[in-house]
């Protein structure tokens, strides 16, 4: 029998894997599509993202950044800081995914063409593909048809306007070695340097309107950027994804299927790897219970400060008071974007 099944072959998927490998379990990732996946995704890994995939033995390549920089849309106020544990790194999630899969297969980690949606479960096992496993780990993404398969998705209550995220690059050289965060009345715009001559631009919005028309909202920072793209537009969204636990029976969430408040703080891939490695620890420990609180752990200081700017960003007052606040209040600042680092 096999000791652990991952649906989802993204990089949450990928990781669960290779902990799990790396612990001495017979692990298969189900991901029918091949290697690499792009989806929309700021691209940019915080130092508490670089760590991890090292400790991995993941080796990607990418362009270092070394803090974060708030702009507002007109470029009149700004606030930045810098890493004090290392650098970030900009990476195409293309090569992210790319260098993930190749880690799993260098470990023996199997991959089947599956997409997994209804298990079934008995006090020993979980069944689901015509697949036979010990544990199931849930790790197929955003709109995670396990997860709704389970019982386990909440909807988001009425009122809440739902936020929407577009990604595309640009062949330009890098003009800073810190993501740029661009503020606009209802919009934000992420630059990321991910390699020589290339940016990646993500825009984050409660309206969904076209990658152009979103991105006139910042005249300063379209300024900037060559008349035509590199990449076509990905988009992501709705982004917030309620989730009732993270443990049901047999099966386990992790990544975005475990759920979802924002990208704003550009911490999810972090989060996805060490809910992974707890994960992991967990089921070596024979606790896979104990991973609704390690991963409550694993996720709370970006669940703190993603929440608390999105309470913000929904205040009329506040939201126009973001840049200045943080120009205003550097040793603030610089505090909450090391926590996160």
């Given at each position: ?91 195409r999630r293309t090569e992210l ?122 005249p300063q920072l379209a300024a ?47 989060v996805a790897l060490a809910s ?66």
């Amino acid at each position: 029998m096999i000791d652990l099944l991952v649906a989802g072959g993204g990089p949450a998927g990928l990781a669960t894997a290779i902990h799990a490998a790396l612990a001495g379990l017979d692990v298969v990732v189900a991901e029918p599509r091949e290697a690499p996946i792009d989806k929309a995704c700021g691209e940019g890994l915080m130092p508490s993202a670089v760590r991890p995939l090292r400790e991995l033995g993941v080796a990607v390549s990418g362009r270092p950044f070394h803090g974060i920089r708030y702009l507002e849309a007109d470029g009149e106020r700004r606030a930045e800081a810098r890493f004090r544990t290392g650098p970030g790194l900009g990476v195409r999630r293309t090569e992210l995914h790319a260098a993930l899969a190749a880690r799993a297969e260098e470990l023996g980690v199997r991959r089947v063409p599956l997409r997994l949606e209804f298990p079934a479960q008995t006090e020993h096992a979980v069944t689901v593909g015509g697949l036979t496993a010990r544990h199931l780990v849930a790790a197929d993404g955003l709109h995670s048809p396990l997860r709704r398969a389970l019982g386990l998705h909440r909807p988001t209550p009425p009122g809440r306007p739902a936020r929407y995220g577009l990604r595309r690059h640009y062949a330009v050289e890098p003009w800073s070695d810190l993501v740029e965060v661009h503020w606009s009345r209802s919009s934000e715009a992420y630059v990321t340097p991910v390699a020589d001559g290339l940016v990646g631009v993500a825009v984050l919005s409660s309206e969904r309107l076209p990658f152009e028309a979103q991105l006139a909202r910042f005249p300063q920072l379209a300024a900037r950027l060559p008349a035509s793209a590199a990449t076509r537009v990905r988009g992501a969204g709705p982004l917030r994804q309620r989730v009732s636990a993270r443990v049901a029976g047999r099966v386990l969430l992790v990544g975005d299927a475990a759920g979802y408040l924002d990208a704003l703080t550009g911490e999810g891939v972090a989060v996805a790897l060490a809910s992974a490695r707890a994960l992991v620890a967990c089921l070596v420990e024979g606790r896979p219970q104990a991973y609704e609180r390690a991963w409550r752990r694993a996720s709370r200081e970006y669940r703190l400060l993603t929440a608390s700017l999105l309470w913000a960003r929904r205040q009329p007052v506040l939201a126009e008071r973001i840049v200045p606040l943080a120009a205003a209040l550097p040793p603030l600042f610089r505090a909450g974007v090391n926590l996160l680092a």
